[in-house]
């Protein structure tokens, strides 16, 4: 339930995740762009239209994957429900939501995006 949970809410939410993880890691990609280049404010200016597009599609991409995994919940939940069956969790491209609990520690790191295994 906690998958499914997971995948309504950022499935239903990816408008407004498209919108604020744009802008957000848009900003920061210009910013690294700016860094990178040694340049001015005008250089983070022009960069941020490309990386917001890009960070904006990839949120969006995050989203309708999180759709097409709600679907899958009947199935999810007929596997769990054996007693040596698999633990289900929720997929880790968001991580720190209601859904997720302290022991979901592997994932995708936000900042480097490289795999962080379980502690």
Known sequence: MRRAGKDLMLGV??????????????????????????????VEVLAFPFTFAYHALEHGIYGVVHIVDFFFFPFYGAAEVHPYGPEIKPLDFYQGTWFDKQSDKSGTDAESGEMVPSR
Do not use: C, H, K
């Open 13 to 42: 939410g990816t408008p407004v995740l498209m919108v604020y993880g744009g802008a957000t890691d848009g900003y920061t990609s210009a910013q690294s762009v700016r860094t990178g280049l040694d340049s001015g404010a005008a």
